[in-house]
């Protein structure tokens, strides 16, 4: 769903053939991001020596806080292609949030791959 919302949010630049770099770079990221977060899901059911309720507290968690920068960024990119003054006031307020709610959902990946592994 995260890697879902994150493409959208490249639809409205691709449709006006106009890229804003802060909200591609963004998008790529997230579109990174997402997919670490799936590869620690695949290793998770292919190890399944572990115990669950660690990996899956972790992984909820940077899932969730993830899903909140891909919110943002597609409301900011929408505001900023179709100037939708809503948009643009939502995804304002959001923005306080989405540099160290990024970061924490890195953490909490790394963490929730750690898991897997049993190292933490």
């Known amino acids: 769903m995260v890697l879902t919302i994150h493409a959208l949010a490249l639809l409205p630049q691709w449709q006006r053939h106009y890229f ?5 770079r963004r998008t790529m990221l997230g579109l990174i991001l997402g997919l670490c977060q799936a590869l620690i899901v695949i290793t998770a059911i292919e190890m399944l020596h572990f115990e669950w309720h660690s990996v899956t507290d972790w992984l909820g968690a940077a899932v969730l806080l993830h899903l909140y920068v891909a919110v943002q960024n597609l409301l900011a990119s929408y505001a900023f292609v179709w100037l939708h003054r809503p948009s643009a006031l939502l995804a304002q ?8 709610l990024a970061m924490l959902s890195a953490f909490c990946s790394a963490a929730a791959g750690l898991a897997v592994y049993g190292l933490l």
Do not use: E, I, S
């Not at 804003?20 to 591609?24: A, D, N, T």
């Not at 307020?93 to 160290?100: A, D, E, F, Q």
């Open 20 to 24: 804003h770099p802060r909200l591609v």
């Open 93 to 100: 307020r959001m923005y306080w949030g989405v540099k160290p």
